[in-house]
């Protein structure tokens, strides 16, 4: 069982920065695979970000540039840097890991980007 706990939402302005947490907790040898999703009203949830074991990268067209995606402490933790944030970076943003083939998600931490 893999319990997940995003931290770091907020309310900034256009161009500003936010740098969300997702700490990974129970029973966990290694996490193959973590990623963040985000959701805004009315959309589908959408893959901003991901990150595997072996460090290696994938971002959305969208965040290229702008957001970075890390992992630390035995790569069960795990940030989103945000910058140069757009009004459309607005949704719920979620903390997903695939461990033993079973996907486990986040409870979601709100992001509002003022113009």
């Known amino acids: 069982q893999v319990r997940l706990v995003e931290s770091g939402g907020g309310l900034v302005q256009a161009g500003g920065s936010l740098r969300l947490s997702c700490a990974a907790s129970?029973?966990?040898?290694?996490?193959?695979?973590m990623s963040w999703y985000r959701q805004a009203p009315g959309t589908q949830r959408e893959l901003v970000a991901t990150?595997?074991?072996?460090?290696?990268?994938n971002y959305a067209d969208s965040v290229k540039g702008r957001f970075t995606i890390s992992r630390a402490g035995a790569k069960n933790t795990m940030y989103l840097q945000m910058d140069s944030l757009k009004p459309e970076d607005t949704a719920v943003y979620y903390c997903?890991?695939?461990?033993?083939?079973?996907?486990?998600w986040g409870q979601g931490t709100q992001v509002t980007v003022s113009s």
């Open positions: 997903n890991a695939v461990y033993q083939l079973r996907d486990y």
């Open positions: 129970g029973t966990i040898f290694n996490i193959n695979v």
């Open positions: 990150i595997r074991s072996g460090d290696s990268t």
